[in-house]
Nanobody
């Protein structure tokens, strides 16, 4: 059974940092795309970042502040979040895609992912 488990969320002041971790079990995702999405109350689940092999992608609002990385040996993916802002407050979800798309832009969309974690809450106070 495939599982993705996020950790590392919490409450932080604006300007602070958090590192989210996602541990995958049940299969390896080393050659697949993995992503982070976030969802604020009353809003849709939005793309934050993705990594496929050595390529990384970010939504514009987090570029220069967030960094996605992966450790294939541990079957884990991370999201380092620096210079956090109150608007970054949301539940953050890890996702994995088992489908290979020609265009990596497909991985900016939630419905391209097959597996999801349960989410971890990030709250940034002003």
């Amino acid at each position: 059974q495939v599982q993705l488990v996020e950790s590392g969320g919490g409450l932080v002041q604006a300007g602070g940092s958090l590192r989210l971790s996602c541990t995958a079990s049940g299969r390896t995702f080393s050659t697949h795309a993995m992503g982070w999405f976030r969802q604020a109350p009353g809003k849709e689940r939005d793309f934050v970042a993705a990594v496929r092999r050595s390529s990384t992608y970010y939504t514009d609002s987090v570029k220069g502040r967030f960094t996605i990385s992966r450790d294939n040996a541990k079957n884990m993916v991370y999201l380092q979040m620096n210079s956090l802002k109150p608007e970054d407050t949301a539940a953050y979800y890890c996702a994995a895609s088992t489908i290979f798309y020609v265009s990596d832009s497909n991985y900016f969309t939630a419905d391209r992912y097959d597996y999801w974690g349960q989410g971890t809450q990030v709250t940034v106070s002003s």
